[in-house]
């Protein structure tokens, strides 16, 4: 009788193991009992971002991811531009970022990107008025031109002289980290030099950028233990959380000392915040308050799409033939006859192409610095699409999907052409931010928007019309799937030389 009892249970394995696989042969993605998706989203996190728009595609725009059973990992993703709009704008008030996605984030504190509500107008008001003043702009376009002059054309002079290679990555996230950090604290922590030193600050940044990346795909319980155990990825937040401490104190308390002692005001936000004595709706100190703020800048100062930019240009001589055509327009003839002198460009000029803007555009659809967003939904909702969600649920939006779905871009959207945003009369055309979400939408919308133009047009004018790249042959140029920023995962290394003409 035992061994009787052996032989069913072994055949209603087999038998349930065939039914099961028979019901789901047609899923996108497995959902295995107990499991949930997690095993299909485990096996493909090293390709993130292409599986979730194989899936996409397949399914239309929208997809309801299950996660193992009391994980609190079912989420909706989407890519559906209607669906976008419901939540970034429409419905906006149902769709904080939500108390876990502070808990996730939870190295960047209580500042504008982690915050809802009150404490999110207080800050984005405050911002604003900041950002959008005279003279801070004014204090943007002094610090990118003197950055360019005298720190990026030197290093790259020097490339040139000696025939070395380097990652254009690096150099462009130095040149940003440098501008950010001025233009929040007023120092220049000068990361940009010959020496090519290593950067704290950047290591920290990509160490909390990879952790954060998979807190979204493990379940709490995974990494919370490791938090609490201080091993694994999480003793690299532990680390990057110490630097950033650190280093944000240290410029907070640099700044407190010179304005004591000087009686003129810099323009940078840190001034801003300290003398403006603005209440603070949190329960923090002040001190804290502005180490959030700093954090916070920081990280949406670090640009890394210039990169890219560069590299779509090396592939495509003739959109670069086009935008070195469009840069002349800006240039004085007298200037222009100086054959082989080194050319640098107006901001403001260069600010106005209409073709360079495109394709920085265009670049930003393909990879957008943030590859998705988090959302939280407060109440029970049907979005547009049909799908039903609920306070248990994350809904995710993936920018880098949706640059990519051709549903929404046209059979083409894979082709890098600055040409789709450039009309017949030849201005800019301005597409829907709901399938264009590089910069976010609704309320939300990026404030740096018009800071990170600037900085890219500022380093592309003098690079494409003065130097040469070219990309080292054989280099693999791929997205890092492991991170929420889409940093290149080799970096890209090139070789740079001097144009004559």
């Known amino acids: 009788m035992a061994l009787i009892g052996f032989f069913e249970i072994i055949l209603a394995i087999i038998s349930y193991s065939i039914g099961f696989w028979l019901s789901n042969r047609y899923e996108l993605v497995m959902n295995w009992p107990v499991l949930g998706m997690l095993p299909g989203l485990l096996s493909n996190v090293h390709r993130f971002h292409d599986w979730a728009k194989d899936v996409m595609e397949r399914c239309g725009g929208t997809y309801h991811f299950k996660g193992p059973w009391f994980s609190g990992m079912e989420m909706i993703g989407t890519v559906d531009p209607a669906n976008v709009k419901h939540i970034m704008s429409t419905n906006f008030s ?44 004014g204090y943007l376009l002094k610090t990118v031109s003197e950055k360019v002059e005298k720190g990026l054309i030197p290093i790259l002079e020097n490339i040139c002289k000696h025939g070395q290679t380097v990652d254009m990555q690096d150099l462009i996230h130095r040149f940003t980290l440098d501008v950010t950090f001025i233009l929040i604290t007023g120092y220049d922590p000068e990361s940009l030099s010959i020496e090519f030193t290593e950067d704290e600050v950047a290591i920290a940044l990509d160490y909390a950028e990879e952790v954060i990346f998979y807190r979204h795909v493990l379940p709490k319980i995974f990494w919370k233990s490791q938090r609490w155990l201080g091993f694994g990825k999480e003793r690299k937040m532990r680390k990057a959380w110490e630097t950033l401490d650190r280093v944000a104190a240290m410029y907070i308390e640099r700044k407190r000392e010179q304005l004591k002692q000087e009686s003129i005001k810099s323009e940078d936000l840190l001034t801003s915040y300290i003398t403006n004595k603005e209440e603070i709706l949190i329960s923090k100190t002040e001190n804290e308050f502005l180490r959030d703020t700093v954090l916070n800048f920081l990280i949406a100062g670090r640009e890394n799409s210039l990169a890219w930019f560069l590299w779509l240009i090396s592939k495509n001589p003739r959109v670069e033939a086009k935008i070195r055509e469009e840069l002349k327009s800006t240039i004085a003839p007298e200037t222009e006859a100086e054959s082989g002198k080194l050319q640098l460009f107006d901001l403001e000029k260069v600010n106005k192409l209409f073709y360079l803007h495109g394709a920085f555009c265009e670049t930003l659809r393909l990879y957008p610095p943030v590859a998705y967003e988090h959302k939280a939904p407060l109440q029970p909702d049907i979005l547009p699409s049909g799908h039903k969600v609920d306070s248990k649920m994350k809904i995710l939006l993936s920018t880098y999907v949706m640059g990519r779905m051709r549903s929404i871009w046209g059979d083409d959207c894979l082709e890098f052409k600055p040409e789709r945003w450039i009309s017949e009369r030849g201005r800019i055309i301005q597409q829907s931010p709901y399938k264009f979400l590089a910069f976010n939408a609704g309320p939300r919308t990026c404030l740096g928007k018009e800071i990170a133009f600037t900085e890219m047009k500022a380093i592309a004018a003098v690079v494409i019309h003065n130097y040469k790249i070219e990309v080292v042959e054989e280099h693999p140029v791929a997205p890092n799937s492991t991170s929420i920023i889409l940093h290149m995962k080799h970096g890209m290394k090139v070789r740079i030389s001097r144009r004559l003409a």
């Open 94 to 137: 149902n769709y904080p970022k939500g108390p876990e996605y502070k808990e996730i984030f939870d190295v960047f504190g209580d500042g504008i990107f982690n915050s809802d509500f009150d404490l999110w107008k207080h800050q984005r008001k405050t911002a604003v008025a900041l950002i959008n003043h005279d003279k801070f702009r």
